[in-house]
């Protein structure tokens, strides 16, 4: 024995088997939420031109997502598609008779933007329980303004004493932008990328530091005074010990002793440990003669002061 359920919104009839119609169960919302016709199809904003159906116009078998069958609800627009939205923070379930999900969204009023994300072309046909995902991007641009540093630099000059030095140039900060770019989605960060623009280059500060007349054998000593980790004071200190031992002279000989060259080195033959150039090279002999002070004094500020109280080192 055959059941006759009649669609008498859309005058059509068709046949079922018998059995107890179920009305399929959304999620869980809240009761105002319901559809007002008790079909229990959730709508957070119901359009005039979607169909909600009613219970007796659903599948018998119990089915969630779909008429009875095809032709069962037609209109002269096409079949009714149930579809799901979800855009802006809400989700609504409703059927509609709109051909493509640009159809459905220009129905049901959804405007999107250039930047917006969504789950389908909107040429998408639509069929039943299609899914449409709709995400709101918005970038922001945040600016502020930043210092660099600069550095400092040296060199050398006779026209200064040992110890004494001057700024030649000032050091200047520069300037950048930094612009933050940050990308929003659904209100919430995706991502953060800074981008900076340089407005004005720092200028590097120069001084002069004086080596005094001892010329090129005071800047390589000076030079390798800093290798020892030895500051200013200890150069100028470096410098009065040789200025008394040897005035500088890469050739100077004792006369007496034998000591010889710049640190005046006794036996002299000792500064071959350094390079086989000892007897003429101001650096070779500058090597030397820092590694004897580190040795026996700890700094040429007192090995100086030795001198001073013995007149020897």
């Known amino acids: 024995m055959a059941a006759v359920v009649a669609l008498s919104s859309l005058g059509i009839t068709a046949a079922y088997p018998a059995a107890p119609v179920t009305v399929p169960s959304p999620v869980a919302q809240d009761a105002s939420e319901y559809a007002p016709d008790g079909t229990g199809w959730y709508s957070s904003e119901p359009a005039p031109d979607d169909t909600q159906l009613a219970p007796s116009e659903y599948a018998v078998d119990g089915s969630s997502q779909h008429p009875a069958n095809s032709n069962a609800i037609t209109s002269d627009t096409g ?25 459905m969204l220009s129905r049901r009023g959804v405007q999107l933007s ?74 919430k960060i995706e991502s953060q990328e800074d981008f900076t623009e340089v407005l004005s280059e720092p200028v590097n500060e120069l001084v002069e530091v004086g080596v005094g007349s001892g010329g090129s054998a005071q800047i390589a000593a000076f030079n390798q005074l800093r290798e020892w980790g030895w500051g200013d004071d200890q150069f100028v200190c470096l410098v009065d010990l040789w200025q008394r031992e040897s005035n500088w002279d890469a050739t100077a000989e004792n006369p007496d002793s034998g000591a010889y060259g710049i640190p005046q080195a006794y036996p002299a033959e000792r500064m071959a440990s350094f390079g086989d150039d000892w007897a003429w090279n101001a650096e070779t002999q500058i090597a030397w003669g820092l590694d004897y002070i580190a040795d026996r004094y700890g700094s040429p500020c007192a090995a100086w002061w030795f001198w001073v109280d013995n007149n020897w080192y």
């Open 79 to 103: 079949v009714d598609t149930f579809v799901s939205l979800t855009a802006d923070g809400l989700s609504s379930y409703f059927c509609t008779t709109a051909r493509t999900v640009g159809d």
């Open 114 to 187: 250039s930047s917006d994300r969504i789950s389908l072309d909107l040429d998408t046909p639509l069929s039943d329980g299609i899914a449409v995902i709709i995400q709101r991007v918005t970038t922001t641009t945040d600016e502020r303004t930043e210092s660099t540093g600069w550095s400092s630099y040296e060199r050398y000059t006779t026209d200064l004493a040992p110890g004494e030095w001057r700024v030649v140039v000032d050091g200047v900060a520069g300037e950048v932008v930094v612009k933050t770019v940050t990308v929003w989605v659904d209100g």
